[in-house]
Every structure is written in structure tokens, then in C-alpha cells.
């Protein structure tokens, strides 16, 4: 599974950023094996739209999902009509929010 997290940081220690448009950085993360690739967000300092046009983007990257403190609704619809899922109003550093997502989706799983 290959996992966007928006990050204030470039590893994964740093946190997860508040803003989806506006972070710094992208860590496209392979949740197997944890191995990462940092993205700079060319788009945060857009004078408008940058969450539509940093969604515009990560569809383009092939991610399964991403997780993100906060995303408005137009960047949130783009995303999910591509199939990818998000995770949202998380918090804490990216490892600890991504192996908590993966947490919940192992359990989701199983209840089905």
C-alpha cells in the first residue's frame, strides 16, 4: 500500500501537518516495508486553490491513501472520486499516524 502523509517535516518523525494545500511536505510511504519518498509542496504558497492543486497532484503519485490533519471539502471529493481514501483530523508524528491508520483499516477489514 502506498501512503501520501502530509508532513511539516521531510522524515518520519516530523508531524502531521494541519493544513492539506499549505504543508511543506509529502512522504509518499510504502507501508510494507516503510521506506519513503519526500515531496516539497510546490503548491503552499499558491494565492488560492492550492488544496485543489496539490490534489490535482497526488493523484498523478498512484497513492492507495493519505492522511492529513486537515482538508477542505473540494480537495477531500477530489481525492476520494480518484479512489483514494483519506485520513483525516490526524495528528502526531507521520509513523505513529500512519501504523494507527493502518490499525483501523486491519480491523475494518476484519469486521467485514
Not at 21 to 47: C, H, Q, S, W
Not at 49 to 68: E, F, N, Q, R
Amino acid at each position: 500500500m502506498k501512503v501520501g502523509i502530509v508532513t511539516e517535516g521531510d522524515d518520519l518523525t516530523s508531524f502531521v501537518a494541519e493544513d492539506f494545500g499549505r504543508a511543506p511536505y509529502f512522504l509518499i510511504v510504502d507501508a510494507e516495508t516503510m521506506d519513503y519518498e519526500v515531496v516539497e509542496n510546490e503548491y503552499k504558497d499558491a494565492a488560492e486553490g492550492a488544496g485543489m492543486l496539490v490534489a490535482d497532484a497526488i493523484i498523478g503519485l498512484g497513492l492507495d491513501a493519505v492522511i492529513v490533519g486537515g482538508i477542505g471539502p473540494h480537495g477531500y471529493d477530489r481525492l476520494t472520486q480518484a479512489g483514494i481514501t483519506v485520513s483525516f483530523d490526524e495528528d502526531g508524528p507521520a509513523e505513529r499516524a500512519l501504523s494507527d491508520f493502518l490499525r483501523r483499516r486491519e480491523r475494518m477489514r476484519k469486521r467485514q
